[in-house]
Antibody, heavy 113, light 112 residues
C-alpha cells in the first residue's frame, strides 16, 4: 500500500524557515517524480514544486521560486521541502504527492508573529 | 500560467440524481506526446485530495464507475451518474500539461 507521511509543520515567524519531510513507503520511491502541493485555509489547491526521479530536474511555481527548495533522498525514501523567508501567505496545509496519484495527510504550516 | 475555470462553483444535487461539472482551460492541454493531462480530484471534508480521473477519462483504481470524465482541447466535464451521500465534497480539475500545473477553483457538491 502506498503511504506518504508528512512531518515538520508548525508555527514559524515571518521571515523564518521550516523544513518539511515526507516519508514514502509501499512503492519504489526512486522510480517516480514527486511533488509538493499546498492549500491555504478554506482555499483551493496550489501545485508548488516537482522533482524528477533522480533529483536532476526541479520545477517551482513563481510564488515560491527562490525561497523554497525541493529535494529528495532516494536511499531514505524521503522527500523534502526547505522553506525560507516565510510569509503570512505561505500559511497552508502542505501535501506531499506522488505526482497527483497519491497524497499524504498534509502538514500544517502557520506563519505568524 | 494556464487558467482553469470551473462551473458551477456550487452544486446542490438530490441523492440519486446526476451531476455535471465543467472545466475550461485558457489554452490547449494537448501535450507534445499527444496526450491531454487533465485530471479530476475529489476532496471530502477534512480529507486530502484524491484523484478520480487522469488523462481526461481514465478512472483511478477503486473509483466507482458512476464517475466519468470527458472532453477535448480546452473543454472538459466530470459527471456523476447518480450522486451518493459519500460524494459530498469539493471537486477540482487540474491540468498537468503545462508548468506550473494549475487547478480550477473547485466545485462544492452538496446534497439538496
Amino acid at each position: 500500500e502506498v503511504q506518504l507521511v508528512e512531518s515538520g509543520g508548525g508555527l514559524v515567524q515571518p521571515g523564518g524557515s521550516l523544513r518539511l519531510s515526507c516519508a514514502a513507503s509501499g512503492f519504489t520511491f526512486s522510480f517516480y517524480w514527486m511533488s509538493w502541493v499546498r492549500q491555504a485555509p478554506g482555499k483551493g489547491l496550489e501545485w508548488l514544486a516537482n522533482i524528477k526521479e533522480d533529483g536532476s530536474e526541479k520545477y517551482y511555481v513563481d510564488s515560491v521560486r527562490g525561497r523554497f527548495t525541493i529535494s529528495r533522498d532516494n536511499g531514505k525514501n524521503s522527500l523534502y521541502l526547505q522553506m525560507n523567508n516565510l510569509r503570512a501567505e505561505d500559511s497552508a496545509v502542505y501535501y506531499c504527492s506522488r505526482d497527483g496519484a497519491y497524497w499524504g495527510q498534509g502538514a500544517l504550516v502557520t506563519v505568524s508573529s | 500560467d494556464v487558467v482553469m475555470t470551473q462551473s458551477p462553483l456550487s452544486l446542490p444535487v438530490a441523492l440519486g440524481q446526476p451531476a455535471s461539472i465543467s472545466c475550461r482551460s485558457s489554452q490547449s492541454l494537448v501535450y507534445s506526446d499527444g496526450y491531454i493531462y487533465l485530471n479530476w480530484f475529489q476532496q471530502r471534508p477534512g480529507q486530502s485530495p484524491r484523484r478520480l480521473i487522469y488523462k481526461v477519462s481514465n478512472r483511478d483504481s477503486g473509483v466507482p464507475d458512476r464517475f466519468s470524465g470527458s472532453g477535448s482541447g480546452t473543454d472538459f466535464t466530470l459527471k456523476i451518474s447518480r450522486v451518493e451521500a459519500e460524494d459530498v465534497g469539493v471537486y477540482y480539475c487540474m491540468q498537468g500539461t503545462h508548468w506550473p500545473k494549475t487547478f480550477g477553483q473547485g466545485t462544492k457538491v452538496e446534497i439538496k
